[in-house]
């Protein structure tokens, strides 16, 4: 089983549209949650942390179910810019390690 | 603030040589710097911890002795890939450590 897996898409989503990802962790030890988006032939780029009561900038909003070790986003009024591979990171302790996802595409389309 | 930078954005190289990449924190000091690969629509792996002025720690499956990393000052961390086959083929991603990770572009190596 992977560490981090999400589901790899594409998902092809109507402008304007709202879109959710999930993404589910093994390790229950896990401390500190990540939504990167990279695009293609690109670095990745933090898009959010994700805290325990969940948190919200501007049309994203993140969620943290350490129950069910599951990790979302939302993105609501979805933008053709928002078009890219978002990544889930998970980092197990204080060394700064990063867990990584393979990311899941999505595409905005007019 | 919190730039880092990549060098070369990309590389072809042949089989059989060697290829040095270098990563560079341009406006702040980095003691930690990592080195990440990743194959298409795959995750990035991390490859190795590389901490200035003592051996890097690479990850388990990573050949030391064949990725090679310097880190001899606060700015500058450096990957050799040394006798590059097509497998090797990936794109390299370096990020320097500063509170939080901060990424560069990225190296794109292609072995021929």
């Known amino acids: 089983r992977k560490e981090v897996e999400q589901d790899p898409g594409p998902f092809n989503v109507p402008e304007g549209a709202t879109v959710a990802f999930n993404c589910t962790y093994s390790n229950s030890a896990s401390q500190s949650f990540f939504w990167y988006r990279q695009d293609c032939r690109k670095e990745p780029k933090l898009l959010m942390s994700v805290y325990s009561s969940g948190n919200e900038d501007g049309r994203f909003t993140a969620q943290l179910n350490r129950a069910s070790q599951y990790i979302s986003l939302l993105i609501r009024d979805s933008k053709l810019s928002d078009s890219a591979t978002y990544l889930c990171?998970?980092?197990?302790?204080?060394?700064?390690?990063?867990?990584w996802g393979a990311g899941t595409k999505l595409i905005i389309k007019p | 603030g919190a730039v880092v930078s990549q060098h070369p954005s990309w590389v072809i190289c042949k089989s059989g040589t060697s290829v040095k990449i270098e990563c560079r924190s341009l406006?702040?000091?980095?003691?930690?710097m990592f080195w990440y690969r990743q194959f298409p629509k795959q995750s990035l792996m991390l490859m190795a911890t590389s901490n200035e002025g003592s051996k890097a720690t690479y990850e388990q499956g990573v050949e030391k002795d064949k990725f090679l990393i310097n880190h001899a000052s606060l700015t500058l961390s450096t990957l050799t890939v040394t006798s590059a086959h097509p497998e090797d083929s990936s794109f390299y991603i370096c990020?320097?450590?500063?509170?939080?990770?901060?990424f560069g572009p990225g190296t794109r190596l292609t072995v021929t």
């Open positions: 990171v998970v980092n197990m302790d204080s060394n700064y390690q990063l867990i």
């Open positions: 406006d702040f000091q980095a003691t930690t």
């Open positions: 990020s320097a450590l500063n509170y939080e990770q901060y």
